[in-house]
């Protein structure tokens, strides 16, 4: 709503909407045909508008066309239709200004045509078309003194008895005469009433100085009861011919929630009384605003020469206008008395300083001028609402950190007051950056990251770059970080500016592996161990001088590979978040030995016929090569792989080749072939 913040509920009717704020005020806005929005022009507002006649409002509800307020003192508040006696059954079809329908209530909610309050007590008050709904329950509880001038009583306090312990009120009655009533008498009483019909001089101060709430229309008793001045027809008096009375303060509960001139009785003799400068004057004769015909003082504020011992109220009734009373003549007379017997709310203390920063340490106050004498006000300095068993206020005190401060009034027979508070921050400068080690660089294995910052500060960081905040992680002791990253930390310290960052940059890259023993030359068989600095690194390897991928075969670091043969070994490192290794190369050279010499067999020599040589060697996985030309062997000859047949007379050499050793020596010789038979091919000389 346009306007209006701080709405911490809201709540709809047919066609008019309710908003609570954080500061107890409503607002309302929709249709204000009913008087739905607690205004009389009755005109549609598009516009939020405030409630002014009610304060200090905890709870909200909106009905059909009809609003309902719950106050922090219990009291709940209605206005709006009141068609089928959701506010008020038999007055009045609808109010334009909040009426009070409870005063010790903790719940309430509303409907079309219905009102519903949860009592203090555990019982529920139905308003309206509802299911439970047929009258109001009882307002207070207790007993009233009534006192009157005769108790054969005439129609005027008749109708006040009925009235007192009828369906709205409650309240047990005990009735007693002017000359018979004592001051011990209002003990223990809720209310002590006093008729138009006793004779002044026989109550005269008896109730004066009671610490019970008293509620009088004689005119003739104000003054015993320091209410008024003493000069009848000035401080007080009568006016007859009356039938309306002109409301003067309409925002008090004493008005009812009446606005304007109200017609309250039929023709009658009002009671009136001048009122001091700090009672409330509710309602005034209409010709004479001068003259109050309601008109209240608060527990505790001065009356004519005498603080109020409790609530004091004065009424306009005679002796028989209560008979002719109309709705809102009852009305105002509920208020009186439930005003006068509601329990007087102690005022807000004030604390000073305010809620503020401050750059030095401060001396708080708690105050309260208009509290009444016998109040107590009691603190908290951890935000927690005080109780009636917090610490009690009796000397400024000093506060030097961040304090929220709550303070409330108490005293017995008093509503608490609302809480004070005030937040005092302190601002002492910045801290300076934490130090973060070690410093940006390059490591090839998982750093342990270790910060440090005066006493009593408060290290946060971030290792994904962003600047640190109060929810950011708590530094409590030294951290690894396994993956590139950039740490961030802020020092934070109650009443201090949060320090710059300090920053460091780790980039984690992959140790080049190591081989042992590196690549060479060597006359045996190699096992290659294989390590690299950076823990929980995936090596892979190859043995054919291909370039490792991570597709290839893996060796834990400290591990060893076997070479058995010559190759070139090449390995490099991976892991997750960190940059890739170099590259580690070896090329190993094996000299294993000389290859054993050919056997030939059969061997070289003189023949008959045709020979079938074969031709073996001891050195396994060796091969033969062979010629038949009287030539060396060497590694471009015929590879031996079965007997080679000798049909004539030739010149067989073998030599044996095996990877990784010294090439045989060359072995054969002559094979002759003598079959008789005349060779004219001359045989190739050795």
């Known amino acids: 709503m346009a306007g209006v913040d701080r709405i911490i509920d809201v709540s709809a009717g047919d066609e008019h909407s309710l908003a609570l704020r954080e500061d107890g005020s409503v607002w309302a806005w929709g249709a204000n045909d009913r008087g739905q929005l607690g ?91 509802g299911p439970a709904a047929s009258q109001a329950s009882l307002l207070l509880s207790g007993t009233a003194l009534f006192v009157v001038g005769n108790t054969n009583l005439g129609s005027g306090d008749l109708a006040v008895k009925n009235r007192l312990q009828g369906q709205t009120l409650g309240l047990t009655v005990t009735v007693v005469t002017d ?22 001089a026989s109550v005269g101060t008896k109730f004066r100085d009671v610490g019970v709430p008293v509620v009088s229309w004689e005119s003739g008793n104000f003054a015993d009861m320091k209410m008024t001045g003493t000069v009848s027809g000035t401080n007080f008096g009568t006016t007859t011919k009356q039938t309306q009375v002109a409301i003067a303060t309409p925002s008090h509960p004493l008005a009812a929630g009446l606005t304007g001139t109200v017609t309250v009785s039929g023709s009658s003799t009002f009671d009136w009384g001048v009122v001091a400068a700090t009672g409330v004057k509710a309602a005034t004769i209409v010709s004479n605003t001068g003259r109050a015909t309601i008109f209240g003082y608060e527990a505790g504020s001065t009356m004519v020469g005498l603080a109020a011992p ?49 750059m030095i340490a401060q001396t708080v106050t708690i105050t309260c001028s208009t509290c009444p004498t016998g109040t107590e006000l009691r603190y908290t300095t951890n935000g927690s609402t005080p ?41 002492y ?88 023993p590196p690549g060479g030359s060597y ?109 060396d062997p060497d590694f471009r000859s015929p590879l031996y792989s079965s007997p080679v047949v000798v049909s004539r007379t030739t010149v067989l050499k073998a030599r044996a080749f095996a990877a990784d050793m010294t090439r045989s020596a060359v072995t054969g010789g002559l094979y002759r072939i003598d079959t008789g038979a005349v060779d004219l091919t001359c045989p190739p000389s050795e």
């Open 310 to 358: 409790a609530r004091r109220v004065g009424l306009f009734l005679s002796d028989t206008t209560a008979a002719s009373l109309t709705t809102n003549g009852w009305a105002l007379f509920d208020a009186a008395i439930i005003w006068a017997a509601t329990p007087p709310k102690v005022p807000t203390p004030a604390i000073s300083p305010v809620t503020g920063t401050y």
């Open 39 to 129: 205004s009389s022009d009755r005109a549609q507002h598009d516009s939020a508008l405030r409630v002014d006649a009610i304060q200090d409002v905890v709870a909200i509800a909106a009905g059909g066309s009809h609003s309902v307020a719950l106050l922090r003192d219990g009291s709940v508040w209605a206005w709006g239709s009141n068609d089928r006696g959701e506010i008020a059954p038999g007055a009045e079809p609808e109010f334009d200004a909040p009426r009070r329908i409870s005063s010790s209530a903790v719940a309430i909610a509303a409907g079309d045509g219905t009102t519903a309050v949860l009592e203090s007590d555990g019982s529920i008050l139905q308003l309206g078309s």
């Open 179 to 200: 000359l018979n009533s004592t001051t011990a008498m209002a003990n223990n009483k809720t209310v002590v009433v006093i008729s138009s019909t006793v004779t002044p």
């Open 387 to 427: 109780t009636s068993t917090s610490s009690l206020y009796t000397a400024p005190f000093s506060v030097s950190t961040f304090t929220q401060v709550q303070a409330r009034g108490f005293k017995t027979g008093w509503v608490d007051s609302d809480v004070a508070s005030a937040t005092l921050t302190f601002n």
């Open 429 to 516: 400068g910045q801290r300076n950056p934490p130090t973060i080690v070690p410093a940006t660089g390059t490591y090839s294995d998982v750093v342990q990251v270790t910060m440090s910052a005066p006493a009593g500060d408060e290290i946060r960081y971030t290792t994904n770059g962003s600047t640190p905040t109060q929810n950011s992680t708590l530094y409590t002791a030294p951290f690894p970080i396994d993956f590139s990253a950039t740490v961030k930390a802020v020092a934070f310290r109650i009443d201090w500016l949060p320090s710059l960052a300090a920053e460091a940059t780790y980039t984690l890259v992959v140790g080049t592996p190591t081989l042992n």
């Open 523 to 631: 006359a045996t068989a190699q096992s290659v161990v294989v390590t690299t600095v950076s823990s929980g690194a995936d090596l892979h390897y190859t043995l054919d001088g291909g370039e490792p991928t991570q597709s290839d075969p893996t060796i834990v670091s400290g591990n060893s590979i076997p070479v058995a043969h010559s190759a070139t070994l090449k390995v490099r490192g991976w892991r997750s978040g960190w940059t890739t290794s170099g590259l580690a190369t070896g090329t190993y050279l094996l000299s294993l030995g000389t290859a054993a010499t050919p056997i030939l067999s059969p061997a070289p020599a003189t023949f008959t016929s045709s020979q079938s040589v074969s031709m073996s060697t001891a050195t396994n996985g060796a091969v033969i090569r062979y010629t038949t030309d009287g030539t």
